[in-house]
T-cell receptor
C-alpha cells in the first residue's frame, strides 16, 4: 500500500518569496514521485517527477524537488514566487509493483503582491 | 489530438438519471485512467484500462459506476441512477504504457452536478 501526505492545505507567500510545499509518502517498495499543478478550471499538468535517477529533480516553471529517502519526503520548492504560480499542487506516488498513482490531498498556493 | 479530450465539459443532471462521460486519450497511449475529484475527497482513482487486458475496477465506488473502452481508444464512464454525492469533476488520463514511472497526462475534466 502507498499513501501521500501534503502538509498544509493552503500556503500563502509573497511575490518573490521562497515557495516550499511539503510532501511525505509511504511506500513498501521503491517509489516514483510526481508533482502536478492544477490551475483553475483546468486539468492536472506534470511539473516534475522522480524515477530513481538524480534525487534533485528540476521541473517546469522554475520548480524543483528533492527526493529524501531517509525522510520519506519529496518537497517542492521554487526560489522566487510569481503571481502566476497561484494554483493547486498535488504530490503523487506510484511504483512498479502495480499500485495506481495515488495523490495527496493537494496544497493551494496563494501568492500575494 | 494533442491532449486528452473529455466531453461534456459540464453536465447538470437530475437525481436518478443516468449520465455518460466520454474520454479520448492521446493517440497511441495504451493506458487509460479515470479519476474523480471532489471537495473533501481529493483525487480518487476509479478505473484503469491497459491495452486489451481486463480493466482494474478496484476504485469504482459502487455498482452504479461502470466504464468501457472501445477499440483500445475512446472510453465512456457511465453513472446510473445518479445521486447528489456523485457531483464531482471526473478526470480522464492516459499514458503511453503502464509503468510506474510513465507520465500520466490528464484531460480538463467533466464537471458533473447532480440536482
Amino acid at each position: 500500500a502507498q499513501s501521500v501526505t501534503q502538509l498544509g492545505s493552503h500556503v500563502s507567500v509573497s511575490e518573490g518569496a521562497l515557495v516550499l510545499l511539503r510532501c511525505n509518502y509511504s511506500s513498501s517498495v521503491p517509489p516514483y514521485l510526481f508533482w502536478y499543478v492544477q490551475y483553475p478550471n483546468q486539468g492536472l499538468q506534470l511539473l516534475l517527477k522522480y524515477t530513481s535517477a538524480a534525487t534533485l529533480v528540476k521541473g517546469i516553471n522554475g520548480f524543483e524537488a528533492e527526493f529524501k529517502k531517509s525522510e520519506t519526503s519529496f518537497h517542492l520548492t521554487k526560489p522566487s514566487a510569481h503571481m502566476s504560480d497561484a494554483a493547486e499542487y498535488f504530490c503523487a506516488v506510484s511504483d512498479n509493483a502495480g499500485n495506481m498513482l495515488t495523490f495527496g490531498g493537494g496544497t493551494r498556493l496563494m501568492v500575494k503582491p | 489530438g494533442a491532449g486528452v479530450s473529455q466531453s461534456p465539459s459540464n453536465k447538470v443532471t437530475e437525481k436518478g438519471k443516468d449520465v455518460e462521460l466520454r474520454c479520448d486519450p492521446i493517440s497511441g497511449h495504451t493506458a487509460l485512467y479515470w479519476y474523480r475529484q471532489s471537495l473533501g475527497q481529493g483525487l480518487e482513482f476509479l478505473i484503469y484500462f491497459q491495452g486489451n487486458s481486463a480493466p482494474d475496477k478496484s476504485g469504482l465506488p459502487s455498482d452504479r459506476f461502470s466504464a468501457e473502452r472501445t477499440g483500445g481508444s475512446v472510453s465512456t464512464l457511465t453513472i446510473q441512477r445518479t445521486q447528489q454525492e456523485d457531483s464531482a469533476v471526473y478526470l480522464c488520463a492516459s499514458s503511453l504504457f503502464y509503468k510506474g514511472a510513465d507520465t500520466i497526462y490528464f484531460g480538463e475534466g467533466s464537471w458533473l452536478t447532480v440536482v
